[in-house]
């Protein structure tokens, strides 16, 4: 497993998001009110969490997409 810089629960909603992003752009996705409503929560713990309060470079938010992205690839090769 490769190391990253990152708080365990920043990835976690990181991975909520994506999920939940997902499932939204799925044409035959249902409740897309709460769907919405979740992706608006968690955008929100993203951006504001305490890990972004000092300066980090501007990349580190798509370091830590990409860090999520490859995550659940390598569990759906494994699943």
């Known amino acids: 497993m490769r190391f990253h810089p990152f708080p365990d629960d920043l990835v976690t909603a990181q991975r909520s998001w994506t999920a939940t992003n997902e499932e939204l752009a799925h044409p035959?996705?249902?409740?897309?009110t709460l769907l919405r409503r979740?992706?608006?929560?968690?955008s929100t713990q993203l951006h504001y969490h305490p890990y972004w309060a000092h300066p980090r470079?501007?990349?580190?938010?798509?370091?830590l997409r990409e860090l999520v992205r490859e995550q659940r690839a390598r569990e759906g090769r494994a699943a």
Not at 28 to 32: D, E, F, I, L
Not at 38 to 42: I, V
């Open 28 to 32: 035959a996705a249902t409740r897309t």
């Open 38 to 42: 979740r992706l608006l929560h968690l």
């Open 57 to 63: 470079p501007a990349a580190g938010r798509a370091e």
